[in-house]
């Protein structure tokens, strides 16, 4: 097993001047399940190329264990890959599959064929052995391609958005089975996905990625409870966080009648984020006009635009911005109706305005 370590790791694509991936530092600790999760062309994918020696680095290095490998070849560096499509060979059958690079690698074939069956039991795989990849499912098609990188024993295992191919029930259920088996195995692990859902319920710690820059690496709970900017805190949770632009006036955040204290240095507004849960109905307060009502059964979520015309979207080119409220599911509001919340206390999160960094 070994640590993984980007020291100040950059690249820049040809005909491009913005880094793709810019400067970062980021340590996975042995045997760490970390995430790398970020919106579209954030640098989540780049940055494990460059870890996996696909991508060239043009400042700073990258390290597993204590062995600079920024400039090794990628099937010298000990790692293991599992990519979105599963890549299986479809003449070969799922134990073939399974043992190809071992085969290649000029493994015996005792041995080979241990490594595949003990890979086969942990992924409940081994009624499919003979079967080619045509007659399995999507989601026993990524076990196999899964079995496949750990076969190798690798220290590394990088996953770039294995489930993304699956169907939501199946997704569920298949990070689960992935987490479970990481820790099984106490191999290192990162993984990228912009699903952040998959991120806090898969990763030991989560790395949140914007434009090449490393926002934040944290624990689920601490990204969820203590963002260290907006971005963050827009990005982390499901629904969103709130994030309402709202004046200040002596000391006070006013979000309609809702009055949140602020400290002095906070300026003539300030951006104000609250969870939906965060939210609880109230006879006075920050007003909001109910759009959309979803009734999940067990929860129901109001989504709805502020009813005070002074209290803006802190993303203020998001046409579709929504307040989102969680609501009692036995007495939701109707489409129309104006509904009166006030914040929790504690769940007021308070950034700058301008540079959207928390206060």
Request: include cysteine; hydrophobic fraction near 40%.
């Amino acid at each position: 097993m070994a640590s993984v370590v980007f020291d100040g790791a950059s690249r820049t694509y040809p005909g491009t001047t913005a880094p793709a991936v810019d400067k970062l530092n980021l340590t996975v600790n042995d045997g760490e399940f970390l995430v790398l999760v970020g919106p579209s062309g954030c640098g989540k994918s780049t940055s494990l190329r460059m870890l996996a020696g696909l991508e060239e680095i043009d400042g700073g290095r990258i390290l597993i264990g204590d062995r600079d490998v920024t400039n090794v070849a990628p099937k010298d560096r000990d790692i293991a890959m599992v990519f979105q499509s599963y890549a299986l060979y479809p003449h070969m059958t799922v134990a073939e599959n399974m043992g190809f690079a071992l085969k290649i690698a000029g493994t015996p074939k005792e041995e080979r064929d241990r490594r595949v069956l003990e890979a086969a039991k942990l992924l409940d795989l081994e009624p499919y052995l003979e079967r080619k990849p045509k007659a399995l499912s999507g989601g026993q098609r990524q076990r196999v391609a899964m079995g496949r990188a750990i076969v190798r024993e690798p220290q590394v295992f990088l996953m770039d958005e294995p489930l993304s191919n699956l169907d939501a029930k199946l997704r569920v259920a298949t990070r689960t089975q992935i987490a479970a088996l990481q820790r099984r195995l106490g191999i290192t692990t990162v993984y990228v996905t912009h699903d952040q859902v998959e991120a806090m319920t898969m990763g030991d710690r989560v790395a949140v990625l914007k434009d090449g820059l490393l926002q934040q690496v944290d624990t689920p709970r601490n990204l969820y409870d203590n963002p260290v900017n907006a971005f963050v805190a827009g990005f982390i949770g499901s629904p969103a966080m709130n994030l309402l632009i709202a004046p200040v006036s002596g000391g006070k955040a006013m979000l309609g009648d809702l009055a949140l204290d602020v400290p002095a240095s906070a300026g003539s507004s300030v951006t104000v984020g609250v969870r939906p849960e965060g939210f609880t109905p109230s006879s006075k307060g920050f007003h909001v006009l109910v759009e959309v009502v979803e009734e999940l059964g067990s929860d129901a979520f109001v989504y709805g635009k502020p009813a005070d015309s002074t209290v803006k979207f802190a993303n203020a080119s998001d046409e579709g911005a929504q307040v989102i409220v969680r609501w009692d599911p036995k007495n939701p509001p109707k489409p129309g109706d104006t509904i009166t919340v006030e914040a929790v206390k504690g769940s007021v999160h308070l950034f700058n305005s301008t540079t959207g960094e928390r206060i």
